[in-house]
């Protein structure tokens, strides 16, 4: 990456626990909160050559007690674990194959768990992680307070997260670090810091692939979480294809998150060292993001006071624009930034609706009236992104 200079804050490892196959091939990771000392033999030392030379380090973290792993004995014996109606610990179905879950209205349990993350940041050096899953709990199971099992279910994502958030407060109190989540329930973002949105087909699918990435951005923002970010390319499934890769890299630009996944099927998926132009494609695209920096912190701030989020749908900006209303397939950064990212495999031109007002597509520099529809190129490496009332000569100049 350095020797591609390709700007990077941080690197999130996602199988410091350990890597797992998966049943229908590809990797998974161990279900445990310690580090795989084969696989990594020096966590903590490598995470201190990464801060000595500037990187950030982010791990990755879920509520899943592993039957198999050294927390459920632990856990099973202090009595800790959520209990089916039987009475019994239940273990349940996994995407490991069968886990249970920490009974998180004991406080012994939270601390437990807690105790656990303290160490993943003051003896391993974690800056943070992605803080998977907390959707899994079943339906019927039964927890020491009494609570009802299907309303334990939908509260438990604020449980788990905000365990994290505690942690994060008492060790980085200048909140100094960076955690994103999955699962939530109303309120969640009471506790919770960034939400990615889920786990995309490595595909082109309108039903679950890189075309439901901006309307499930669009809905976490109208629901109240402000601060949004996705996998590129994808997670499931796969292998990606390059076309797929470049397209999500450029969603990724002008995400307020950039984040890459290696995916399920990371030794054939498609990435950024596979050929020149993907490296350069991904350089490029960085630096874009990073000279978004200062509009991300900007909206920031605005989001401090109003809840507003930083992508918005156009409706939150033009409420008496009926044509506005419809679209989910291109959105707002702030007030000020169209994006209308290329989902389409194949395509090399795209619709865009821009709202009133005057339109500089960032590529160009030509100016468009808004309250029309337009059809503009889109080439790899410029996806359609229109600056209202500015020329945003200083992403064309990034090169």
Do not use: C
């Amino acid at each position: 990456l350095e020797a591609a200079s390709i700007p990077v804050g941080a690197f999130w490892v996602q199988d410091w626990t350990g890597p797992r196959p998966n049943f229908d091939g590809g990797f998974g990771v161990q279900y445990r909160w310690r580090p795989d000392d084969e696989h990594y033999p020096d966590l903590a030392g490598m995470i201190g050559e990464l801060h000595d030379r500037g990187y950030r380090f982010l791990g990755y973290a879920n509520p899943f007690i592993d039957p198999n792993l050294e927390h459920f004995p632990e856990m099973e014996a202090a009595d800790l674990l959520i209990r089916n109606p039987s009475g019994d610990v239940y273990e349940h179905i996994a995407p490991n194959g069968s886990s249970s879950h920490p009974d998180l209205t004991q406080e012994e349990a939270r601390e437990y768990v807690r105790n656990h993350l303290r160490a993943m940041v003051d003896e391993l050096g974690m800056d943070g992680w992605m803080s998977d899953f907390g959707e899994w709990i079943p339906l019927d199971a039964v927890v020491a307070d009494g609570s009802h099992p299907i309303a334990y279910h939908q509260t438990f994502p604020i449980a788990w997260h905000a365990l994290w958030r505690e942690v994060m407060d008492e060790l980085r109190p200048d909140g100094d670090f960076a955690v994103f989540a999955r699962s939530g329930w109303t309120g969640v973002q009471s506790v919770s810091q960034i939400h990615w949105v889920g786990d995309q087909e490595a595909n082109w699918s309108e039903h679950d692939g890189l075309p439901t990435v901006v309307p499930a951005m669009l809905n976490l923002g109208i629901s109240g979480v402000p601060f949004v970010t996705h996998d590129i390319a994808g997670f499931s499934g796969g292998p990606s294809s390059k076309e797929l890769w470049l397209r999500w890299v450029e969603l990724g630009a002008f995400t307020p998150i950039m984040r890459t996944h290696e995916g399920n099927d990371k030794e054939n998926n498609w990435s950024w060292e596979k050929d020149v132009e993907s490296s350069e494609h991904l350089r490029r695209m960085a630096l874009v993001h990073q000279a978004l920096s200062p509009d991300f912190e900007a909206l920031n701030e605005e989001d401090r006071d109003t809840s507003a989020p930083v992508l918005r749908h156009l409706v939150l900006v033009y409420p008496d624009d009926p044509e506005s209303a419809g679209i989910d397939d291109q959105y707002l950064i702030g007030e000020q930034l169209l994006v209308a990212p290329v989902v389409t495999e194949g395509a090399t031109e795209r619709e865009v609706y821009l709202p009133a007002g005057e339109w500089f597509h960032v590529w160009t520099g030509e100016a468009y009236a808004g309250g029309q529809r337009v059809t503009v190129a889109a080439p790899i490496g410029q996806p359609p992104v229109f600056s209202r009332d500015r020329d945003r000569s200083d992403l064309r100049a990034i090169q």
